[in-house]
């Protein structure tokens, strides 16, 4: 059975289409269907039912499709390993990361590793870290750089980066930010949940983890508005539209921090990875380089 063959059959069955699957293989799509025509016959079954420009899987499709990825990730794993044997740095390295991860920590350690390993193609993916951590369990990339998860499946591997403080904040005019410097007190969750919230998906860790505190004092959070992207929220904050939750990271004289009365909350970030995706020589240089040990990579490749 052709790999290839199998690949234009999962880009089709993950991407909806033949075009679509065509632009992600960087084939024409006359040559997407000549694969599939070629693996049906081989298979003596229908893979697909063509309704329109849209494609469905058929019974031996569905069967297939979880064989293929096996397959397809088996091989995968051969060529990496093959390839570390010979003890170099290079071929590609996949990375899923969410925004923030990726705009405000991981720059100075992909130029490090760039200019250490330009050999080695970087595949940078930017998602949500829930999205990530979803991909990362299909096994569709090396590494995920992300916000991790408040509990994590048996399958994956984390280590611990970096810890993001996050502070309750308001634009200046907003009344709570008045109130806190009129009094000169600590604020209580009491008064934050008469007022709106900006904040990401109810369904993000970091959300969850302030929705955990209302909770636990049995109080609304009243979420007005929602962004995943922690830039955008900063936005909103800052033309006095609610109050919400940031890393101290990205907050400055747009935002004031709130005085409340509660232990520091902490967001741990880090990377994941899958246990039964072996990683090739450039992932552990990677995860090496992010864990703060200027280790050699033939030192490196040598505990391989």
């Given at each position: 059975m ?32 000549k ?90 993916h ?12 299909q ?24 810890h ?121 240089v ?19």
């Amino acid at each position: 059975m052709d790999t290839q063959h199998l690949q234009a059959f999962v880009a089709i069955a993950e991407n909806g289409s033949f075009s679509a699957a065509a632009e992600r293989l960087h084939l024409t799509q006359p040559a997407i269907s000549k694969r599939i025509a070629l693996l049906e016959e081989q298979l003596k079954a229908p893979l697909f039912d063509r309704i329109g420009r849209q494609v469905a899987l058929t019974q031996a499709g569905q069967v297939l499709l979880s064989k293929a990825k096996l397959i397809l990730g088996e091989v995968i794993a051969a060529q990496r390993a093959i390839a570390d044997l010979q003890g170099d740095i290079q071929g590609k390295l996949s990375i899923a990361t969410s925004h923030h991860v990726g705009l405000h920590y991981l720059p100075p350690y992909l130029r490090e590793f760039s200019t250490r390993y330009p050999q080695v193609k970087l595949d940078l993916h930017f998602l949500d870290s829930e999205q990530a951590y979803h991909e990362i369990l299909q096994g569709r990339f090396d590494l995920a750089i992300i916000t991790l998860a408040l509990s994590q499946d048996a399958r994956l591997q984390s280590h611990t980066l970096w810890h993001d403080q996050l502070h309750f904040v308001v634009a200046p005019s907003h009344s709570l930010a008045t109130n806190n410097l009129a009094t000169q007190s600590h604020l209580r969750l009491a008064d934050l949940s008469q007022f709106p919230a900006i904040m990401p998906d109810t369904n993000t860790y970091t959300t969850q983890l302030i929705k955990n505190l209302f909770d636990d004092e049995r109080l609304p959070l009243d979420i007005g508005m929602i962004s995943n992207h922690l830039d955008t929220i900063k936005m909103l904050l800052s033309i006095n539209l609610g109050w919400g939750v940031l890393p101290r990271k990205i907050i400055d004289e747009q935002l004031q921090i709130l005085n409340v009365d509660h232990p520091p909350i902490m967001r741990p970030l880090g990377c994941i990875h899958h246990k039964q995706r072996t990683l090739n020589n450039a992932a552990r240089v990677f995860l090496t380089l992010l864990q703060g040990d200027d280790i050699s990579a033939k030192h490196l490749v040598g505990k391989l």
